[in-house]
């Protein structure tokens, strides 16, 4: 089945820019969602089809996806965005598939 | 408000079983597919299953089909997980989450998610 790969962490310094990669065979064909999950919480959808936002959540967080890696990323980081990052996409057969997940810690 | 409630999580020795359910209000829940996601304890997110507004299509993953099966019943807003069969491997916590209406469904995220409910299979 389709394998995503993230990296375990990423670090960077509040008001810096972080950037979250997801990397897949050809992943750009396919559309491309992202979900922030806090310790001790649900996860929460932060980009979905790429690039599109839910209503009301900040437009530092944004979305592309070329060739074979989607990236995630975010502007202006404050520790509130501290938290684990998944990405997602559904394979060929339908099923549904996550990335290993990245731990985003704010210096 | 979009809200989702797990239950039904706890202690199970290998081989048992267990019904999760998932409590739905705020939207119009037959207009919508469902899914189940689990955790394992620090570890990623792991797709389960997941069914469609009326219940006559489900999809499975790999590791728990044959073993696992999901169901909804519309007039409670419910959405259901029985779990049979169940091995350590199976310990995580297990997330309900909506599907929102998409033309090809299979690409869509998962919108709103529950608190989620954990299992643990031991003996």
């Known amino acids: 089945s389709f394998v995503l790969a993230q990296p375990p962490s990423v670090s960077v310094a509040p008001g810096q820019t972080a950037r979250i990669t997801c990397g897949g065979n050809?992943?750009?064909?396919?559309?491309v969602h992202w979900y922030q999950q806090k310790p001790g919480q649900a996860p929460v959808l932060v980009v979905f089809?790429?690039?599109d936002r839910p209503s009301g959540f900040p437009e530092r967080f944004s979305g592309s996806n070329f060739g074979n890696t989607a990236t995630l990323t975010i502007s202006r980081v404050e520790a509130g965005d501290e938290a684990d990052y998944y990405c997602?996409?559904?394979?060929?057969?339908?099923?549904?598939?996550f990335g290993g997940g990245t731990k985003l810690t704010v210096l | 408000e979009v809200q989702l409630v797990e239950s039904g999580g706890g202690l199970v020795q290998p081989g048992g079983s267990l019904r999760l359910s998932c409590a739905a209000s705020?939207?119009?829940?037959?207009?919508?597919?469902m899914t189940w996601v689990r955790q394992a304890p620090g570890k990623g997110l792991v797709w389960v299953s997941r069914?469609?507004?009326?219940?006559?299509?489900?999809t499975y993953a790999d590791t728990v089909m044959g073993r696992f099966t999901i169901s909804r019943d519309n007039a409670k807003n419910t959405l259901y997980l029985q779990m049979n069969s169940l091995s350590p491997e199976d310990t995580a916590v297990y997330y309900c989450?909506?599907?929102?209406?998409?033309?090809?469904?299979?690409?869509?995220?998962?919108?709103?998610w529950g608190q989620g409910t954990l299992v643990t299979v031991s003996s």
């Open positions: 989450a909506r599907v929102p209406q998409y033309i090809v469904v299979v690409t869509a995220p998962f919108d709103s």
């Open positions: 069914i469609d507004g009326d219940g006559s299509r489900t």
């Open positions: 089809d790429n690039s």
């Open positions: 997602q996409v559904c394979d060929i057969n339908g099923d549904v598939v």
């Open positions: 050809n992943i750009g064909n396919n559309w």
């Open positions: 705020g939207f119009n829940f037959s207009k919508h597919w």
